[in-house]
């Protein structure tokens, strides 16, 4: 499977995301030749468990992230990110939850966006929204390198291709700029092949970042 890196948008101290930042990162894609392709979408819904008798608490973890991935729609990703487990469900798991009433959607969040073609490289930019809201939280980009899934042999080429993206979004003087924070992948148990759980590993991490940098800016003001 092809391997790539999800980066979200740091904006610098005292910004926000707005759209038009969206609307520049977009237009720098096209300018250095990326080929529009068409829309994408993923989720990641945040649950909490339903607990009736306080004294089973200690029996179901506290809370975990349930993703869906644009690639994989037969698939569902759960994360419990305190023990670093990371599994991949049937698609059907979210209507047997919803059905047990064993943990309850407290929030969800879209990514969503266009994806590009850039030679051996597919791009998506995208904007990160409350389900049902416009009020934009975040944007996040996907780096795919298509011919390779070993993350340490791809790990050059995905460098010097930020190096070139970095250089090229630099001259429009954005305030911010994307960040890639690699997981440790060895923690929950995930090996140098690339596979979409490492996928789901990372949009766990974005989101972690996403909810810092909103308490950020709640607490500066």
């Known amino acids: 499977m092809p391997l790539k890196w999800v980066l979200h948008w740091q904006p610098n101290a005292g910004t926000t995301v707005n759209s038009q930042i969206i609307n520049e990162v977009t237009q720098c894609v096209e300018s250095i030749n990326g080929v529009k392709e068409g829309r994408w979408k993923a989720t990641i819904t945040f649950y909490k468990p339903m607990i009736r008798e306080q004294t089973l608490a200690w029996d179901f973890p506290r809370d975990f992230l349930g993703i869906a991935l644009p690639e ?19 698609s059907s798991i979210q209507m047997i939850m919803e059905k047990l009433q064993s943990y309850k959607s407290r929030l969800s969040l879209n990514f969503e966006g266009f994806q590009y073609q850039l030679g051996d490289f597919q791009l998506r930019v995208g904007k990160v929204l409350p389900t049902h809201s416009e009020n934009l939280r975040g944007i996040v980009m996907e780096v795919e390198y298509l011919p390779i899934s070993s993350m340490e042999k791809a790990r050059q080429v995905m460098e010097d291709f930020m190096d070139i993206w970095q250089q090229a979004l630099s001259k429009r003087s954005l305030p911010g700029h994307f960040m890639h924070m690699e997981p440790n992948f060895a923690e929950y148990g995930l090996a140098d092949q690339y596979t979409s759980q490492h996928t789901a590993v990372q949009y766990a991490t974005v989101m972690a970042q996403l909810i810092a940098t909103v308490q950020a800016v709640q607490a500066r003001n």
């Open 72 to 90: 994989q729609p037969n698939k569902y990703y759960l994360i419990i990110r305190l023990q670093r487990i990371v599994l991949e469900a049937d």
